[in-house]
């Protein structure tokens, strides 16, 4: 495994995080202006790629068939914290963010 991580995103995950940083609730853990410049960084250093279509299996969520969409399309691991996405047998899977972490340290 490369020890390296690339950020796969879409104009609408952009758009969805930036929505969601930008709500008050998250005030006490980051700025606005530092959410906002997450996302242009982000936006800036990420593979950007185009908005995937329907994926070949859906989400119980369909706000998160767009991710699936964009994992089947280009491979990537799917890491996140939802249930509804880490209960899914994709290939490749979804994992939190600390099982990335874990593998990330294991390649060390």
């Known amino acids: 495994m490369s020890d390296e991580v ?3 995103v879409t104009p ?3 758009q969805e995080l930036s929505g969601v940083l930008e709500k008050d609730k998250f005030r006490r853990w980051v700025s ?7 996302v242009a960084a982000l936006t ?3 593979d950007l790629r185009a908005d995937a279509g329907k994926p070949r299996r859906s989400a119980r969520d ?11 399309e280009t491979g990537a691991v799917i890491v996140t914290g939802d249930d509804d996405l880490l209960s899914l047998n994709l290939a490749p899977p979804a994992i ?3 099982a990335l972490l874990d593998l990330l340290e294991s390649s060390c």
């Open 32 to 38: 606005l202006a530092d959410a906002r410049a997450f």
């Open 12 to 14: 609408h995950l952009l």
């Open 96 to 98: 939190t963010p600390r």
């Open 62 to 72: 369909p706000d998160d068939d767009s991710l699936v969409a964009l994992a089947e």
């Open 44 to 46: 800036d250093k990420a």
């Open 6 to 8: 690339t950020a796969i």
